[in-house]
């Protein structure tokens, strides 16, 4: 079958809970006491799955990433709509942040570094296999490897932004994104053709 992969994923989160654990390691988890930190990246992935599913199907969280996708172009916006879509979720994301200092109770050197957290999708389109693997369903093939290593791009370093929309040429067709503002950017991986995409730029310079 053919549908649209999308992967959001929260940038700097590993470094981030490594140096809140760091921080932590003698309160962390005793007492049930959980660092504010780990309670609000759980929000972040919330606002994030509540934004894009519907109208992509969840297949897993990876961590720091949510893994989505649709086999139908008509079950997502198309156009400048999809844009829109990935832009009002960036915005969730920032303001979900915001509202860290309302609630956040430590104020110490690593739980600041949540304000360094930002948000990057990749958006894909190709074919997969849907495969029932230990009880649940996974999502297999070239075209999802693919998507995933597209996590690891030059996109951040050519736009000089950690916050970005990285579309395929194939998803730019099967969702009619338009590519005015976008920067254009050729992946190189082993074992595939050369990648088109296009990165639109959503946040703050690096």
């Known amino acids: ?78 156009g400048p709509a999809f844009l829109e879509c990935l832009a009002s979720c960036y915005a969730d994301f920032r303001a979900r942040l915001g509202q860290a200092g309302v609630v956040w109770s430590c104020q110490c050197d690593a739980c ?20 029932s693997i230990a009880g649940h369903e996974e999502l297999v093939g070239s075209e999802v490897v693919l998507a995933h290593r597209l996590l690891k791009s030059s996109a951040a370093d050519v736009i000089g932004q950690r916050a970005y929309a990285q579309v395929t040429d194939s998803a730019v067709s099967e969702l009619d994104v338009p590519i005015g503002g976008a920067t254009r950017v050729v992946e190189r991986y082993d074992h595939y053709e050369a990648v088109g995409t296009q990165v639109f730029a959503l946040g703050l310079a690096a």
């Open 1 to 78: 079958m053919r549908g649209s992969l999308l992967l959001v994923d929260i940038g700097g989160y590993t470094a981030f809970l490594q140096s809140v654990a760091a921080a932590h390691r003698d309160d962390a988890f005793a007492d049930a006491n959980v660092p504010d930190a780990y309670g609000l990246v759980s929000s972040l992935l919330d606002g994030i799955v509540d934004r894009m599913v519907p109208p992509f199907a969840l297949s897993k969280l990876e961590g720091d990433a949510v893994f989505a996708f649709a086999l139908e172009p008509s079950d997502v916006p198309r």
């Open 112 to 131: 600041a570094r949540i304000s360094t957290l930002d948000l990057r999708f990749v958006v894909h389109a190709g074919g997969f296999v849907i495969q």
